[in-house]
Structures are given as C-alpha cells and as structure tokens.
C-alpha cells in the first residue's frame, strides 16, 4: 500500500520507522540536525540490537552537538557521501521516500511532500524492493565515519570511554593542556586529536606541521599504530594489530602511557 503524505506525516511515519524496527533501519538525508525526539528513538532502537544505518551529505563536518548525539548511538553506522541528494527512510517493514531531509528546520518551516510504502505481498510493484536496493547503491558509495559497536565490544567500550579521565576519575587528560585549536574525541582508535587550523594560532600550525608528526611518531614507537589524515586534520592512535591484554587495567594502562606521552609533546611544540 502507497501513500501521499505531507510534512507531519512525513515525520510522524519516520519517527515510526524508527520505533517499529526489529532488525534494520536505514536513513538517507543529505542535510542532517537530528531532531532530539528522533535521538531518543534512534537510542531505543539500538540498545534493542537494530542495525541502524545513516548515510548525510553536503556537509562533512557536522556541528559539535551533532557530532556528540551520534557517538551516543552504539548500534550506528554513520556514513558520508558528498554527490547525496536522495532522502529515504527505512526499515525492514515500511519506508518513505520525501523531499524533507533528517533536519529540524524543514520539520518545522518547510513544505514537504512524500510518499510511504510497505514490504508485503501486496506490493506487486516492488516499490519497496527497488528502492532497498538504490538505497544499498547509495550505501556502498559512501564513506565510513563512524562503526557501529557491536553488544559483544560494550566491555572495550567502557575501557575505551574511561580512558579520557585521569587517575581520579574526575579531570579529562586533555583538560590540563589548554591548546586552542585541537579538541580529544573517540572518533577513531582509542583515541582521536582533531586539529582546528581556522582556530589555532599561524605560528603555533606553522610549528605543528613542522614538526609534529616526526615527535609524536617518537613518542608512540611501534607499540601503536598512528594515522595522520591528509590535510592533517586527525591524529588517529590505535592498539597495535594482535596485542592481548590480560586484564581491563593492563589495556587501560597501556592506552593512558602513549594518551599522557603525545599529550605532553603538543603541548612542548604549542605553549
């Protein structure tokens, strides 16, 4: 069964898709501000065990609240495409194909129009059918930003989220070294230095750059592994490849030695 619905409906059926899914839910929105009601479903959803998959476009980097509302979300995979101007929603039962993107404002100001579908046998045009398989097109063209974590990884997780205190559980390790322009995030590894170049100082970059990536290469040694994204925007660590821990404590350990070491050579080359 098809159906032409407008701006609340659209909202109200996506919002469905969300709390009616069992096992997928897929979204394609080329502009993206999760609305909060949508955040609180999408969390249901995925402490539920759905596969959440997320696809945006036009602009890569999204707004820090954005950026932190999705990283709560263990059981998504967010995806980035840059040609993306299609909007569809999904799960495994129903799905809408509409003009409005997965933004606050167009829920709020805009005219949208769109039209719902559901996967049945009454669906003798395969409406459903083709556009699960455009949407897996869309998918296997994008770019991963961020990997779901799977139940079987929440323990990893934990250690992984402890890893930004300090010994008292209370100060984030970063938080004693206040360098304008370079902000700790879990984007990447088990721990990812983002570089702000608009926000850090000439000289302070100029230096950065110079030097940076050699010393911090010292510093890390071959324990870990180190990624330096092109323009040189992340600093990426991550455990080396088939190292076993027996214990919590032995891997928090090991991951806070190389955060507290490259923690310190920034700060050297920048204050």
Known sequence: MKKVISTRGISYHIE????????????ITPFLQLPKEFHKRLLDASDRGVKIIMVYGKKEELDKEQESMLLK????????????????????????????NLYQYSEVNNFELGVSFVNDNLDRDNMYQDTFHEVQLIISQSELKKERVSIEV????????????????QDILFENIPVKGISISKRYGFITYHIYENLMP???LKRFRRDALNLIYENVGSD???????????ICIYHKKGIQFDNKLQELSYCRKVIERVNSQIKELIN
């Open 73 to 100: 979300i263990d059981n998504l995979e967010l995806r980035y495409l840059d040609r993306l101007h299609a909007k569809v929603y999904l799960n495994e039962l129903e799905g809408v194909i509409a003009s409005m």
């Open 202 to 204: 000439y000289e302070d």
């Open 16 to 27: 469905q898709i969300i709390s009616r899914a069992k096992k997928e839910i897929i979204l």
């Open 224 to 234: 870990y592994r180190l990624y330096w994204s092109y323009p040189y925007d992340k």
């Open 154 to 169: 929440l323990d990893k997780q934990e250690i992984i989220l402890s890893l930004f205190y300090s010994e008292n559980n």
